[in-house]
């Protein structure tokens, strides 16, 4: 009966270890801090993953306008230093016509092309 007795006010070994290592002040200080950090803070994890999806999106965009702005360049450079396709674009564009000249403007009726 009193080995019994003792076994009962004896801790068992897990609740020695939770007492040890899971109760101590710094485990819980760490634990507190790490979940402060994650998502309360305001240089949080979350908010800092979400300002680089947004970087990594402009950055991207940025790519995108590089790429117009250097076609764009292309073509201004090509209108400007040869006069046969600037020519070519005011008739496209802007219906000019040479002296003497007359331009025809054929319009398709949307309600006989269907048919």
């Given at each position: 009966m009193e080995n019994l007795i003792k076994d009962i ?21 760490v634990v507190v801090f790490l979940v402060w950090m ?71 009726d949307s309600a006989n092309a269907k048919k």
């Amino acid at each position: 009966m009193e080995n019994l007795i003792k076994d009962i006010k004896r801790p068992s070994p897990g609740f020695r270890f939770f007492r040890k290592y899971i109760l101590n002040k710094y485990i819980i200080t760490v634990v507190v801090f790490l979940v402060w950090m994650t998502f309360f803070d305001s240089t949080s994890f979350l908010v800092i993953n979400e300002l680089n999806g947004e970087i990594k999106k402009y950055e991207e965009q940025l790519e995108y306008y590089k790429t117009e702005y250097q076609k764009n360049d292309n073509f201004y450079k090509k209108l400007m230093f040869n006069k046969s396709e600037r020519e070519k674009f005011a008739r496209e564009n802007y219906f000019m016509k040479k002296k003497n000249e007359e331009i025809f403007i054929l319009v398709v009726d949307s309600a006989n092309a269907k048919k």
